[in-house]
């Protein structure tokens, strides 16, 4: 009897699926005869997953069960992490007084020190106190890069180093203006750190670090008067780096809390920081892979005394992760690693949940819409709200889209294996995509 009841079960699931891949098998045909078979994707590995949250129903699927390396897709785990870990605000410091000394511990926050925020927190307390100012390492179990990423791209913005407490988003800021250039931190300024050449042939700004020291080097081409940018991380080194980095800053003595000496965890308070939203914004529009990290590293220092990526993760998949369709390979919050392997109905299923978790105005607000963000130059009729991912080979699409009768429908569309170009494999995505925006 138990036997036929599965045997049933089975055979009801299969007709659900069967009908609704027939009520929508034109979307099949285009997968089929214009998607798959594109030059674009033609030879690449390509998972698909299209979902309707209000009747449950499938509308497509191909290969949506297979694992692929999603790049910044990653981040919306890492967001969906962070939605349910950090709260309203994140966690600016941990701090405690005494009579005479401040005692101050990092919490992971990104936003300190960095340009795109006024709202400093952590800054204002240590700027207006007049005690001693002591930095408390924080123990970490994360090294300075995440596992399996490009060693090679160490002096490139968008790999900063991680670390318990980032200044100025761990970059050295380059502005060049005719005959004026200026790096920021200012300790980076001096002859030791700076040096600067003309390259007439050079069509934008070359700014360099070297490998093992914050040595950084400027080529400009001197025939160019306009203004420009460079961003290149520094090294963050140890607690004392850290304390020289602040002193610098705040023009008054820091201190490190001596090897052994001991002060309770339990004795400290945690500062909040600026809205979370304020920084899940700019990690999901522009695809900020420091801010992604750092995310995870805040919840970890939010929960515990110590900072791991891995235990988060860990807690994540042990708990609001545990019904995942499929279980996934994830490594690092910003999709830089291609150690990382999901597949298209796990994105669909995490996406769900947080449309049934999360206003969809905040949700939409998240996540970049066409024209905006990193969607800037695609989808410009505005009916997907989704997050992008790229990486050498790999294209990746996925969150929410709203078809022209209204019908909310969670996807993703993840391509591996390319040898197109990234535009080229993009626009085929978006035209399958209005295709279905177009008829349903």
């Not at 291609?338 to 597949?343: D, G, P």
Request: aromatic share 12%; hydrophobic share 35%.
């Amino acid at each position: 009897m138990r036997l036929f009841r599965i045997v049933l079960s089975g055979c009801l699931l299969f007709l659900v699926k069967q009908t609704a891949f027939a009520q929508y098998g034109q979307i099949k045909r285009w997968a089929e005869e214009e998607l798959l078979t594109s030059p674009a994707l033609r030879q690449a590995h390509t998972g698909v997953c299209i979902y309707e949250p209000a009747t449950g129903k499938y509308w497509y699927s191909y290969q949506d069960d297979h694992y692929f390396t999603p790049a910044s897709n990653t981040k919306i785990f890492t967001l969906y992490t962070a939605l349910r870990l950090l709260g309203d605000s994140l966690p600016a410091m941990r701090y405690l007084e005494t009579d005479s000394v401040l005692y101050v511990k990092g919490t992971a926050d990104p936003s300190f020190l960095h340009p795109d925020y006024t709202l400093q927190p952590a800054w204002q307390l240590l700027q207006q106190t007049t005690k001693r100012i002591t930095i408390v390492p924080t123990v970490s179990e994360n090294k300075r890069f995440g596992p399996g990423w490009a060693w090679s791209d160490y002096q490139d913005y968008y790999q900063s180093e991680l670390n318990d407490w980032p200044m100025y988003g761990n970059v050295a800021r380059i502005r060049h203006h005719g005959d004026t250039t200026t790096i920021l931190p200012r300790m980076f300024s001096d002859t030791a750190h700076f040096s600067f050449r003309r390259n007439d042939t050079l069509e934008e700004l070359l700014g360099e670090r070297d490998e093992r020291s914050n040595r950084f080097s400027l080529t400009f081409n001197g025939n160019d008067k306009s203004v420009q940018d460079a961003e290149v991380p520094f090294i963050t080194g140890c607690a004392g780096d850290l304390a020289y980095r602040l002193q610098d800053t705040l023009h008054k003595p820091v201190t490190v809390l001596p090897e052994g000496a001991v002060l309770p965890s339990t004795a400290f308070t945690l500062l909040k920081g600026i809205p979370a939203d304020s920084l899940f914004l700019p990690m999901m529009h522009r695809s900020d892979n420091f801010f992604a990290e750092q995310s995870l590293m805040m919840c970890a220092a939010r929960l515990w005394d110590t900072i791991s990526t891995y235990r988060i993760i860990e807690l994540m998949e042990k708990s609001f992760l545990s019904n995942l369709p499929d279980t996934p390979k994830w490594v690092d919050g910003s999709g830089l690693s291609r150690y990382n392997l999901f597949s298209p109905r796990d994105f669909v299923s995490v996406l769900s949940d947080m449309y049934k978790t999360y206003p969809t105005e905040r949700l939409y607000a998240l996540l970049p819409t066409g024209g905006k963000g990193t969607l800037r130059n695609y989808y410009k009729q505005q009916f997907v709200h989704a997050k992008t991912g790229t990486l050498s080979g790999c294209v990746a699409l996925s969150g929410y889209l709203v078809t022209k009768k209204n019908k909310t429908l969670v996807f993703s569309v993840l391509v591996n294996n390319h040898n197109n170009s990234a535009t080229n494999v993009r626009r085929t995505v978006e035209h399958f995509l209005t295709q279905v925006w177009d008829k349903y």
